[in-house]
């Protein structure tokens, strides 16, 4: 479902982390595929240190040292055989308790190197969490991207294929923490307790739905923001494109500007490869 994308093995990450240090690209971002067999209902494989991810940050930093930086997202969802984000009683995903996990999960990608942790999940107070523990450890430069204002949306199906979790989530739903593609003020409330809490950073997520959201925290808070160009969004540009629809170089660049006008500081998004050979041509 996300055409020209793909999974890799350890053995093919080397040349995906040159081709990004030659094009001057910041930072990795790095997210599990984890085989059935692994997830269970706590996602216990998250803690594994010697799990997918940390074996991943742990390459990187021993060939390449500092010369990229990695972010690592910080959720449950790859790892739960219920696809949920966090732990689940009774259809409702307990907050505290699933916390206490995210801190650990954390921690463990510290250790293993990463550069910036991103939670992802929405779970109420797990940024001053994340905080203490890589404080009380002294990762005092691990920096905290915070997943602040993450909608509801129904663009992640792609991505959701892409980790195996659109399966085991079922007909069940992520309103329950996500937060209501309606709502407006929340962004404000969640993102202000996320800044009070520790985050050095913020992301909104989908991207360019949510573009009102990124220009109205601009103007409020001053914290670098992220946005996130998600699979969905992703997917439909390259599937109409692939139709011949549209004119995909001028749509994906006319894209990116639209974030930056906005008054995003950075953007993820599927899209960077083809957009370094773009503006490689200009």
Not at 71 to 96: F, I, K, R
Not at 261 to 268: D, K
Request: hydrophobic share 40%.
């Amino acid at each position: 479902t996300m055409p020209d994308v793909y999974r890799y093995t350890l053995d093919k990450l080397a040349p995906v982390i040159d081709k990004a240090i030659k094009s001057k690209i910041p930072m990795v971002a790095l997210f599990p595929y984890t085989e059935k067999k692994r997830k269970n209902l706590l996602g216990t494989e998250a803690l594994n240190e010697n799990n997918l991810v940390c074996k991943a940050i742990q390459f990187i930093k021993k060939r390449y040292k500092n010369q990229i930086g990695i972010m690592c997202d910080v959720a449950l969802d790859p790892y739960t055989s219920h696809g949920h984000d966090g732990l689940v009683d009774s259809g409702y995903v307990l907050n505290d308790k699933t916390v206490g996990v995210l801190t650990k999960q954390a921690l463990s990608h510290a250790e293993a190197g990463a550069d910036i942790v991103a939670p992802s999940d929405m779970m109420d107070g797990r940024i001053l969490e994340i905080r203490t523990i890589l404080e009380k450890n002294k990762f005092y430069n691990t920096k905290i991207l915070s997943y602040a204002a993450k909608y509801a949306s129904n663009l992640y199906g792609p991505f959701r294929n892409a980790v195996d979790s659109a399966d085991n989530l079922k007909n069940s739903s992520k309103e329950t923490y996500q937060m209501d593609f309606a709502n407006v003020a929340e962004a404000s409330l969640e993102i202000s307790l996320d800044i009070n809490e520790g985050a050095d950073m913020v992301i909104i997520k989908p991207g360019l739905p949510y573009l009102d959201i990124v220009t109205k925290i601009k103007n409020k808070f001053s914290i670098p923001i992220f946005s996130y160009h998600v699979s969905g969004e992703y997917s439909m540009i390259k599937s109409a494109a692939q139709k011949n629809y549209i004119d995909e170089k001028a749509t994906v660049l006319e894209a990116m500007y639209c974030f930056k006008r906005a008054g995003c500081n950075a953007v993820l998004t599927y899209y960077t490869p083809e957009i370094i050979k773009w503006l490689g041509e200009k």
